[in-house]
């Protein structure tokens, strides 16, 4: 099993280290998410897949937390879900008999796919007013707002 994983993620030129035998932690790079730190860990019948999302919402907890849920309805080999604090993770198991190089690289895909694509949308849900306090902040003082642009539709003042 373990060749098969270290195939997969050299095969997806992904980064990755093996902590521990039989758990293997992968570096994927986003552009919305800078990267999505995914577990892959052999289990005795299944492999376990876990990435951390983002934190609790700090606000706007219903939405947020439809938007997940209806997420969760398309998605394939992963969903979201909440750790004991409430913080966000994409988690998913699949049998040691359905593990091949393929399957690993359609499941990096897909958390790769739903965390970066999602991370602006669950921002703007959960962290909508430490968004625009962030983006007055860094404005009185000059400081860049690059990494903010994608709010600026709701955060910036003089839209």
């Known amino acids: 099993m373990r060749e098969v994983i270290e195939a997969a993620l050299k095969g997806a030129e992904v980064s990755y280290e093996e902590p521990r035998p039989g758990a293997f932690l992968a570096k994927l790079p986003g552009q919305h998410k800078l990267a999505t ?38 998605t394939y080999g992963v969903h979201f879900a909440l750790d004991a604090v409430g913080d966000v993770y994409l988690v998913g198991r699949i049998p040691l008999a359905a593990v091949s190089e393929d399957e690993i690289d359609r499941l990096l895909g897909c958390v790769l796919t739903y965390s970066d694509e999602g991370f602006d949308r669950a921002l703007e849900l959960g962290f909508a007013s430490s968004i625009r306090r962030e983006w007055e902040w860094r404005a009185k003082r000059g400081e860049s707002l690059a990494n903010l642009q994608a709010f600026a539709r709701f955060a910036d003042p003089e839209r």
């Open 37 to 74: 730190m995914t577990w892959l860990i052999v289990g005795d019948q299944a492999l376990h897949v876990e990435a951390f999302f983002c934190r609790q919402p700090d606000e706007n907890h219903a939405d947020f937390y439809r938007w997940l849920l209806t997420k969760n309805g398309s």
